[in-house]
């Protein structure tokens, strides 16, 4: 793609953003790491309330849009109303069109599911980096205490794992926002973290990661897209993608990762 030509997709725009985000000056990068974490918000929102969120002046956030191709930001903020918004309405909107295209059925949503954990598990299977992987499982299994870090929907994907490395008599804490109890002093030297996020990316969780990477602790990120913010940190990064059904996305190729993650792990230990 040509640099000077403003990305048509929201797949051009990750691409571009990886491309340039080891460039970026300090307010820049806020303004990249605002738009990577909340993508719902660009369709919506004006350029003073987004610089606002960031932490930045209205100018930086305009310049933050020249710099990855577009003239100005309603280019950019056009980019994601036609193709960002649409892709994930809230929850009532994704029931009232898979009733309108008559896939609400038990047995329709089944196979349907099951036909995109197929196609998720393959793309799993032909584009994890085996190396990645290795080195993943190699700086878990020396870690004193893994921990766990995955909110919202990778919530139950972090949870599986503490539970499967329990039973496995690994020692793992799990991080949760339960009463809002920030449990980040608990990382130790010798420890190890496993960040989970997918886009729109979980702010919570890359804060900890950010938190550990500071700390020295290393961190295995599972996550998506080039424009993840756990990619701009110093992370060993696991790449999976989820095939959607009406928006809404399962975790069948997620948790196979996760599944071979810990099974290796006790592999590995033992």
Not at 13 to 40: H, I, M, Y
Not at 81 to 94: F, I
Not at 192 to 203: G, K, L, S, W
Not at 211 to 230: F, K, M, N
């Amino acid at each position: 793609m040509d640099a000077s030509s403003p990305p048509t997709t929201i797949e051009a725009f990750q691409l571009r953003l990886s491309e340039v985000a080891g460039t970026l000056p300090k307010r820049l990068r806020q303004c990249a790491d605002f738009v990577t974490s909340n993508p719902e918000r660009i369709a919506v929102s004006t350029v003073a309330e987004l610089s606002s969120a960031a932490g930045v002046p209205p100018s930086a956030f305009v310049r933050f849009c020249q710099i990855i191709g577009f003239r100005g930001f309603s280019d950019m903020q056009r980019l994601f109303r036609d193709a960002h918004a649409p892709r994930w309405p809230d929850y009532p909107t994704r029931i009232k069109a898979l009733h309108e295209q008559g896939q609400d059925s038990p047995s329709a949503l089944l196979a349907e599911f099951i036909e995109a954990g197929r196609h998720s598990l393959e793309n799993l299977a032909t584009t994890m980096d085996s190396k990645a992987l290795e080195a993943a499982v190699e700086t878990l299994a020396k870690a004193r205490t893994i921990h766990l870090v995955g909110f919202r929907r990778a919530f139950p994907v972090a949870s599986y794992m503490a539970y499967a490395l329990e039973k496995m008599e690994v020692p793992a804490m799990l991080h949760g926002a339960v009463g809002h109890i920030d449990a980040r002093h608990a990382l130790a030297t010798g420890d190890a973290m496993v960040a989970i996020t997918f886009a729109p990316y979980t702010p919570a969780t890359v804060e900890l990661a950010n938190y550990a990477c500071e700390q020295g602790i290393p961190v295995i990120a599972i996550t998506d897209t080039l424009a993840s913010p756990l990619r701009r940190l110093d992370v060993t990064a696991l790449s999976v993608s989820e095939i959607d059904v009406g928006a809404f996305r399962a975790l069948s190729a997620t948790l196979s990762l996760a599944t071979a993650l810990v099974v290796a792990i006790g592999a590995r230990r033992s």
